[in-house]
């Protein structure tokens, strides 16, 4: 079954780290970034990666968040530090098979204290 499953959401308080993992199922998948959608918001960009390893990063994040991806391009992460309560959101991986985008079911964050 293609699918994209994200992990390593979960309830942090302001400041902290966590590093969320998105695993891709069928080797035709190719994750290349990361969304998220915040109570009563329209979902965003977080960040993408592509190609040899380019990246891009939505404003709010940068220098705090880091997108990655292993070499078999089968799991991408984001490392998410000194998290803001405005980062509280459910985070969604997103990938390409062929031409189609391919979703993850989300994993929530909540950054409070």
């Known amino acids: 079954q293609t699918q994209l499953v994200e992990s390593g959401g979960g309830l942090v308080q302001p400041g902290g780290s966590l590093r969320l993992s998105c695993t891709a199922s069928g080797s035709a998948i190719n994750p290349v970034g990361w969304y998220r959608q915040a109570p009563g918001k329209e979902r965003e960009l977080v960040a993408t990666?592509?190609?040899?390893?380019?990246?891009n990063y939505a404003d709010s994040v940068k220098g705090r968040f880091t997108i990655s991806r292993n070499k078999a391009f089968t799991t991408m992460f984001l490392q998410m530090n000194n998290l803001k309560p405005e980062d509280t959101g459910v985070y969604y991986c997103k990938g390409l098979y062929g031409s189609r985008d391919v979703w993850g079911q989300g994993t929530p964050v909540t950054v409070s204290s």
């Open positions: 990666i592509i190609g040899g390893g380019i990246t």
